[in-house]
C-alpha cells in the first residue's frame, strides 16, 4: 500500500472514530434508576464509615461516580416517596396525606398526570418497571359492586379475578414493560403481574410468623416465591438490559426492590454472610446483584453512557433490629436521628448516587440539597424536554450538582418532608422546622403518647449544620424563624407548587384543612 493510501485510510479512519465519539455523546443515554426499600442512610459504608455491613459493588458505585450526602426522600415511608419520583411532585399534593396503599389498592396515579416514563417515551425511550409498585392499580373483580383496600384480611381477595388484565397500573402511566407485585412483600395478593396481567391465579394461601421473615396471610400464585423475589427481579433486569442493548433507542428502567424491607430474605447463600443479623445479610445480598448489574452493562459495553442512580425510599425500618445491629457497633441511621416512618433525618435522609461516566466526574461528592421529586426534572433536562406548568411542579434539575451544563437554571432554595402520620417539615439551608412536638413516625415521642409530649415544645426548629443529630430544639429562640418558615411552607402549599410556575391544584384543592399547627404556632 502506498503512503498516499497509508494517509488516506488512517484519515478515514480517524474521521470514523471521531464521528463515533461524537454521536455516541450525542446520543440520549440509558437510566436505571435502583430504588432499594427501608435502607438506611448508614447501611452503606461510602456513607457511614463507621458501618459494619460491606457494601463493596455499591461503593464502587460511589467511586465512579457522584455521592450526595444531602440527599432526601419527599416522605418517610414507601408508596408517598414512589408518587414522588415518578411525577417529581411532593406526595401530599396527592389523595394519600398519610399511610401508605396496601396490596388491593387503587391507584394512586390518574393516567393523565405525566411521569418520568410517559416523558421519556415522547424521546423514543423504551421504557420499563420491575420490582414492586405499590402506588396502587385495578384489580379486575368478579362483583363489580364489590371493594377492594378495605383491610387486611383475606376477605378483600375474595372477588378479585386473577385471570383478568389489571387496570391503571404502570403500562397505563408509560412504562412499555412492566413486571412486579401491587404492595410491599409482606402485603398480599402475592402475585407477580407482568404487562398488566397476573402471570397465574393463586391456588394456595401463605403466612409467615417469623421474627425477620414475617408476611401477611394472603393467596399466593404458584411461581411466586418469596425469598426468590428479590434475585428475580435482578434477573428479570439484567435480560431487559441485554435485550434493549441491541436497540439504537435508548432504555430507561425503574427499578424498585422489595428489598430490605420485611420480609427480611436472604437466601441461603447469604445467610450469616454479615456476621450481624438477617437484615445485614440482606443488604450484602442486594449489594451482589447490584454488582452483576453493573457487570453487565460493562460486558455489553454501554456503561459509559447509562446513568445509574442508586438511593433508597426512606431510612431504615426498626424490623432491622436496631439493638442488635447497635450491640455489633452498626448504626443504620448512622449519626442521625429516628429511622423509617420518621420527620426526624432518619426518616427521609438517604443514601443516593449518580453514576454517568460519559458526564460526571469520578469519586466527587454533592454537598448540595436534593429531593427524590428532582429526578423528573432533571431527566426533562437531559432530555431536553420543556415541562408544562402541570408536569414536575416539585422537582428541580440535579444537573447542576452533577457539574453538567443545565438548561434549567433554578435552584430548590426549600425542601418539604413529610411523615408516615402527616407530619410536616421545612428545611431551608442549614434550619429546619418541624410541626409537630414528637417524631412524627415511630420513634420516640411518638406522637399521642402524652406522657411523652408533657412539657414538649409545639414546634421544633433545628440547626443541621451544628446539630445534624436534631438534639437542641431552638424554636423559642428563634420565633421569627419559626414564623417565616411556616409562611414559607404554608405559600408551598397554597401555590400547588414549589417550583416558577402558575399555580397549580392540590388533589384535594389548595384549602389545607390539615394544616392544624397554624393553631399551635400562633397560641
Known amino acids: 500500500m502506498s503512503i498516499k493510501k497509508i494517509f488516506v485510510f488512517g484519515f478515514i479512519s480517524l474521521l470514523v472514530l471521531s464521528c463515533k465519539k461524537e454521536s455516541t455523546s450525542e446520543k440520549l443515554p440509558n437510566i436505571i434508576y ?16 463507621n458501618g459494619k455491613i460491606e457494601t463493596p459493588h455499591i461503593d464502587n458505585l460511589a467511586k465512579a461516580g457522584m455521592k450526595f450526602t444531602d440527599a432526601h426522600t419527599s416522605s418517610a415511608v414507601c408508596t408517598p416517596t414512589r408518587y414522588g419520583i415518578l411525577t417529581g411532585r411532593y406526595n401530599w399534593r396527592s389523595q394519600l396525606k398519610n399511610g401508605v396503599l396496601t396490596g388491593t389498592s387503587k391507584a394512586l396515579i390518574p393516567n393523565s ?29 368478579k362483583d363489580q359492586d364489590s371493594t377492594l383496600g378495605t383491610g387486611w384480611n383475606a376477605t378483600d381477595y375474595k372477588n378479585i379475578d386473577f385471570s383478568k388484565p389489571i387496570t391503571n397500573g404502570p403500562k397505563d402511566l408509560g412504562f412499555d414493560y412492566s413486571f412486579g407485585h401491587s404492595g410491599s412483600l409482606d402485603m398480599a395478593p402475592y402475585v407477580y403481574v407482568e404487562n398488566g396481567l397476573p402471570t397465574s391465579v393463586p391456588t394456595k394461601i401463605t403466612v409467615d410468623k417469623g421474627k425477620y421473615t414475617w408476611w401477611r396471610e394472603g393467596p399466593t400464585g404458584d411461581d411466586f416465591i418469596h425469598d426468590d423475589v428479590t434475585p428475580n427481579f435482578f434477573r428479570k433486569s439484567i435480560s431487559y438490559i441485554k435485550d434493549k442493548a441491541k436497540d439504537d433507542n ?3 428502567l425503574y427499578l424498585p426492590l422489595p428489598s430490605p424491607h420485611t420480609p427480611i430474605l436472604p437466601t441461603v447463600k447469604w445467610q450469616g454472610k454479615s456476621n450481624l443479623n438477617p437484615y445485614a445479610d440482606f443488604v ?4 451482589h446483584y447490584i454488582g452483576q448489574l453493573t457487570s453487565t452493562l460493562e460486558e455489553l459495553g454501554i456503561q459509559e453512557n447509562t446513568l445509574i442512580v442508586f438511593t433508597s425510599d426512606n431510612g431504615c425500618s426498626p424490623q432491622a433490629d436496631f439493638m442488635i445491629l447497635k450491640e455489633k ?8 436521628r429516628g429511622h423509617k416512618a420518621d420527620i426526624y433525618e432518619g426518616g427521609h435522609r438517604v443514601p443516593f448516587i449518580v453514576k454517568w461516566p460519559l458526564k460526571v466526574k469520578p469519586n466527587t461528592v454533592s454537598e448540595n440539597t436534593i429531593c427524590t421529586t428532582d429526578f423528573f426534572a432533571t431527566v ?3 432530555a431536553n424536554i420543556n415541562l408544562e406548568d402541570s408536569e414536575g411542579e416539585d422537582s428541580y434539575s440535579m444537573l447542576k450538582s452533577m457539574s453538567i451544563p443545565s438548561n434549567n437554571t433554578e435552584e430548590r432554595t426549600s425542601t418539604i418532608h413529610h411523615s408516615i402520620n402527616g407530619s410536616f417539615a421545612i428545611r431551608k439551608g442549614d434550619y429546619k422546622l418541624i410541626l409537630c412536638p414528637d417524631s412524627g ?11 411523652a409530649l408533657e412539657g414538649l415544645p409545639k414546634v421544633q426548629l433545628y440547626n443541621l449544620k451544628n446539630d445534624p443529630g436534631e438534639q437542641y430544639n431552638i424554636a423559642n429562640d428563634n420565633e421569627k424563624m419559626v414564623s417565616d418558615l411556616t409562611a414559607d411552607l404554608n405559600e408551598i402549599i397554597e401555590n400547588g407548587r414549589s417550583t416558577k410556575g402558575t399555580k397549580q391544584l392540590n388533589d384535594t384543592g389548595n384549602h389545607w384543612k390539615e394544616l392544624w399547627w397554624k393553631e399551635k404556632t400562633l397560641n
Open 34 to 49: 435502583i430504588l432499594t426499600d427501608d435502607l438506611g442512610y448508614g447501611d452503606i459504608s461510602a456513607f457511614n464509615p
Open 113 to 141: 398526570r405525566t411521569t418520568i416514563a410517559s416523558l421519556l417515551k415522547n424521546k423514543n425511550y423504551n421504557t420499563a418497571y420491575i420490582g414492586k409498585w405499590h402506588l396502587g392499580w385495578d384489580w379486575a373483580k
Open 250 to 252: 435508548p432504555f430507561f
Open 284 to 287: 450484602v445480598m442486594i449489594d
Open 329 to 336: 457497633g452498626h448504626n443504620p441511621s448512622a449519626i442521625y
Open 380 to 382: 426533562a433536562d437531559i
Open 441 to 451: 413516625g415511630w420513634s420516640f415521642p411518638r406522637p399521642n403518647n402524652k406522657k
